[in-house]
């Protein structure tokens, strides 16, 4: 299996910007997706981000669509989300996944592997 460790969580006022990475380890790292989600006290888990294994496709949620931005860096091993222009309804815990599906997928469930998460806290 994929051991994920998020980090770059915290708190960030309206309009800012914050970058998250999530570093993965235990097998090779080009050979999975990677995508990010949140989930709010409440709420389902939901998607966020997603990059493909070659990082030639990507795919965003509606809401974030045009303010974050999602990469990889293969020598690192690591997936990024940058956020920018950051709305209070963004405050959620945020969490990498990790899947080895080909094609890119929304669905909670169709994702193997998941980290432990890093909170984002935006004020107004």
């Known amino acids: 299996q994929v051991q994920l460790v998020e980090s770059g969580g915290g708190l960030v006022q309206a309009g800012g910007s914050l970058r998250l990475s999530c570093t993965a380890s235990?097998?090779?790292?080009?050979?999975?997706?990677m995508g990010w989600f949140r989930q709010t006290p409440g709420k389902d888990r939901e998607f966020v981000a997603a990059i493909g294994r070659s990082a030639g496709n990507t795919d965003y949620a509606d809401s974030v669509q045009g303010r974050f931005t999602i990469s990889r860096d293969y020598a690192k091993r690591t997936v990024n989300l940058e956020m920018n222009s950051l709305k209070p309804e963004d405050t959620a815990v945020y969490y990498c996944?990790?899947?080895?599906?080909?094609?890119?997928?929304?669905?909670?469930?169709?994702?193997?592997?998941w980290g432990q998460g890093t909170q984002v806290t935006v004020s107004s």
């Open positions: 996944a990790a899947d080895s599906r080909v094609g890119l997928v929304t669905t909670v469930e169709q994702w193997n592997y």
């Open positions: 235990g097998r090779t790292f080009s050979n999975y997706n």
